[in-house]
C-alpha cells in the first residue's frame, strides 16, 4: 500500500521561493507577487494516479500523472517550460524528476502526521514547503 496523499493542504511555510523562481527565470514583478501567495494543495489520489492542483489568488497550476509513468508536462502560468517529468516511489516519498532546459528540477513530496512537505528543486536552489492538513 502506498502513501495516502488525499486532502486539502494549506501552506505554512515557504522557503527560499525566490530563489527558486529565479533559478526558473521568472520575471521580477512576477516573483513580487508569487511570495506574497498561501498556495492550497488540493491532491486526489488512487493508488499510484494523483491529480494535484496547486491553487493561489493569482494563479493555478493543475498536474495529473501516474507514478512510474513519464509524461510531458507543460509549466502552464509558472515558467512555460516543457519538460518529461517522471514521478517515483521512494518508500512513502513522491520523487519527480523534469528533464528539460533546467538541471536538477524537481520535487519531493512527503508526510510526516498532519503536515506535506514539498522540496523543489531548480539547478542549485532548493525551495522548502510545508503545509498543513485541513480540517
Ligand atoms: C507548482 C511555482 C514559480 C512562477 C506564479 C506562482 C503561482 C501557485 O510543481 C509544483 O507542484 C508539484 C508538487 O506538488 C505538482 O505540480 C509546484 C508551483 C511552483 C513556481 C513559477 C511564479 C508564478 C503559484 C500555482
Known sequence: ????????????????????????????????????????????????FFHVQTLSSFRNYNAEFTVGVEFNEETKGLDNR????????????????????KNNRGWIHWIE??????????EDQVCKQVYKKAD
Not at 19 to 34: E, N, P, Q, S, V
Not at 113 to 122: A, K, M, P, V, Y
Request: with cysteine; proline share 3%.
Open 1 to 48: 500500500m502506498p502513501a495516502d496523499y488525499n486532502g486539502t493542504w494549506n501552506m505554512v511555510s515557504n522557503d527560499n521561493f525566490e530563489g527558486y523562481m529565479k533559478a526558473l527565470g521568472i520575471d521580477f514583478a512576477t516573483r513580487i507577487i508569487a511570495k506574497m501567495l498561501k498556495p492550497q494543495k488540493v491532491i486526489e489520489q488512487k493508488g499510484d
Open 82 to 101: 516543457k519538460c518529461k517529468t517522471l514521478v517515483t516511489w521512494d518508500n512513502d516519498r513522491l520523487v519527480c524528476v523534469q528533464k528539460g532546459k
Open 113 to 122: 502526521g498532519d503536515q506535506l512537505f514539498l522540496e523543489l528543486s531548480c
